[in-house]
């Protein structure tokens, strides 16, 4: 095996015997062999449209499934790979036989390969490695990442029958594209272009969550716990969250979000359920913990899993492209209702979740809710109240580098306001940083696709304040990142123009040498010091 798309990848170089994440060599590798069938269905479809063949939407939603499934942390189960590569090479076959010209088509779009054995010892030639030149390797991963991450979210937003065919056709495009040889410069284009259809894929979640569940609204999330038997729900699923909401409503049982499910929390569609109670834990890292604690069965429905404990391994359920071997996976369809009943069961069975907090967090401080505040917070940036913004959104990690963000956190200035996304939150956001002029000191727009939010309320900033640059703005961003959905918000960023981005805690190791040099010229891409000269750096000047 080799894998080195996660932040916490062996010695920021690359897991080669089994993953930091848990995942054994032969994931790894069956992950490395679904990626690259699915290029080869990817061309079968690209050639399809060429050829004037109608390509009808489950045949995008395989595409994105499959890339879904290989994210970090989402799915550690051998047999459900053997299962998806199979499908995938069988419906490939299918498709291939529109295709009149097959002249153009690469060794992965004609590889018919159904005996296990075989297509085990396939999946050793196909990985990360056989790209040999590391600068091409590098960009070539880099695309293949933000498309992992572009896909997840628009399988949330197909959850949601909501599509768009021009994201699912540039996935497809683009991943017929890391099999070309391309120069560095084409590359380079492709791996901006991703980040164009970032931004895109990301609008399409916003609308398909909002249009579902309404805009979310400042909210305050209760950490404590109730007397009642319950469910954890983790993941970003909101269609999942839904579901749970409705078929636990009446049973006696409670609800609660974990981790990136926190933001569920702050959508008036989910606020009318009393049986949900609110968030219990932190980060996804420590449900090592806090599931023991948690009594009740957990539902996840996406990343971040980590290989449980055997004292709650039959506690925990996964659903969608979320999967690990021994555990119950709960199946379902696009626009089919899920049976979530054998959960509940269980859970009744279960004690109530022991306390570890308690007390509130605050968020719901998507674009729609800070618009609603803008006045206001002009008026703080004219009055000199807030002099800055920190954009420090992202994803949160086992790494003891870590502290890193709770210590800058809390070095800010206190005229400065902290602009929040994804799991990366849960460094600060029980700091208790107050606010400014009422308006908190962390805002949180809710999970990492959210970012979306950040990037609409920036361009509103600039809008307000007729800036021509969005680089003008007195925005900061000191992002860290872990897996391949931080990517995508990575390359969303710099498509839309943001320079001076800070990444961390570590760069990424599938960025070669040379390809970092490009995004330092290009962009500015900076790594991390420590929190003293880094505050030095954004605030030396004030
Ligand atoms: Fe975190 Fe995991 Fe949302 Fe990621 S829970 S690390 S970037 O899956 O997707 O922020
Ligand atoms: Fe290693 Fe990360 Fe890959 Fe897991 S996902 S094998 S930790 S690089």
Not at 91 to 102: P, Q, T, W, Y
Not at 320 to 334: D, R, S, T, W
Not at 459 to 464: D, I, M, P, S
């Amino acid at each position: 095996m080799f894998c080195y798309q996660c932040q916490e990848t062996n010695q920021n170089k690359g897991c080669t015997k089994v993953g930091v994440c848990g995942k054994t060599a032969t994931v790894a590798n069956l992950q490395d062999m679904l990626i690259w069938v699915t290029k080869g269905l990817a061309q079968v479809m690209v050639e399809m449209r060429e050829q004037g063949h109608n390509v009808e939407k489950e045949l995008n939603h395989v595409i994105s499934y499959n890339l879904f499934t290989t994210i970090t942390n989402a799915n550690f189960d051998e047999k459900a790979f053997d299962k998806i590569i199979i499908d995938t090479i069988e419906l490939k076959e299918r498709l291939l036989n529109n295709i009149k010209n097959k002249e153009n088509l690469f060794e992965a779009a004609l590889y018919n390969e159904k005996d296990l054995e075989k297509i085990y010892l396939k999946a050793t030639e196909v990985g990360v490695l056989a790209t040999e030149n590391e600068d091409i390797r590098s960009l070539r991963e880099l695309t293949v990442y933000g498309l992992k991450g572009l896909s997840a979210y628009s399988k949330h937003a197909n959850a949601l029958l909501k599509d768009s065919e021009e994201v699912d056709e540039f996935i497809q495009r683009a991943l017929v594209e890391t099999q070309k040889d391309l120069s560095l410069d084409e590359l380079v284009n492709l791996v901006l272009k991703t980040g164009e259809y970032g931004v895109k894929g990301m609008a399409l979640l916003d609308e398909a969550n909002t249009s579902a569940y309404g805009n979310p609204k400042i909210t305050k999330v209760n950490i404590g716990v109730r007397n009642n038997p319950a469910i954890l729900i983790s993941g970003h699923d909101l269609r999942d969250m839904e579901m749970l909401l409705k078929q636990t409503e009446g049973t006696g049982v409670d609800v609660y979000t974990h981790s990136e499910m926190l933001p569920a929390n702050y959508y008036p569609a989910f606020k009318k359920y009393s049986h949900f109670v609110g968030n219990y834990g932190n980060a996804w890292w420590k449900q090592r913990e806090e599931f023991e604690t948690f009594n009740g069965p957990v539902l996840f429905t996406t990343n971040c899993i980590v290989p449980p404990k055997e004292s709650y391994k039959d506690r925990i359920y996964t659903t969608g492209a979320a999967g690990y071997p021994g555990c119950k996976h709960i199946e379902g369809k696009i626009g089919e209702e899920k049976d979530f009943s054998e959960i509940i069961e269980h859970a009744k069975r279960c004690k109530a979740p022991i306390e570890i907090e308690t007390g509130e967090i605050v968020g719901g401080f998507a674009h729609n809710q800070v618009f609603a505040l803008a006045d206001k917070i002009v008026e703080a940036v004219k009055s000199g109240a807030i002099k800055k913004f920190v954009v420090m959104g992202g994803c949160d990690g086992r790494h003891k580098g870590r502290d890193y963000y709770t210590e800058f956190a809390k070095s800010l200035p206190n005229d400065s306001v902290i602009l929040t996304a994804g799991c990366a939150k849960y460094r600060y956001n029980k700091l208790n940083l107050g606010d400014i002029a009422g308006i908190p000191r962390v805002l949180d727009a809710g999970q990492c696709n959210d970012s979306y939010s950040l990037a609409l309320i920036a361009l509103k900033l600039k809008e307000v304040f007729e800036l021509d640059n969005i680089n003008d703005l007195p925005i900061i961003y000191n992002i860290a990142w872990y897996e391949q959905k931080a990517v995508i918000v990575l390359l969303a960023l710099l498509s839309l123009g943001v320079k001076n981005i800070h990444l961390g805690p570590t760069l990424p190791a599938f960025l070669s040498p040379n390809v970092v040099d490009v995004l330092v010229e290009n962009f500015g891409i900076a790594g991390n010091q420590t929190v003293e000269e880094d505050i030095n750096l954004f605030f030396g000047d004030d």
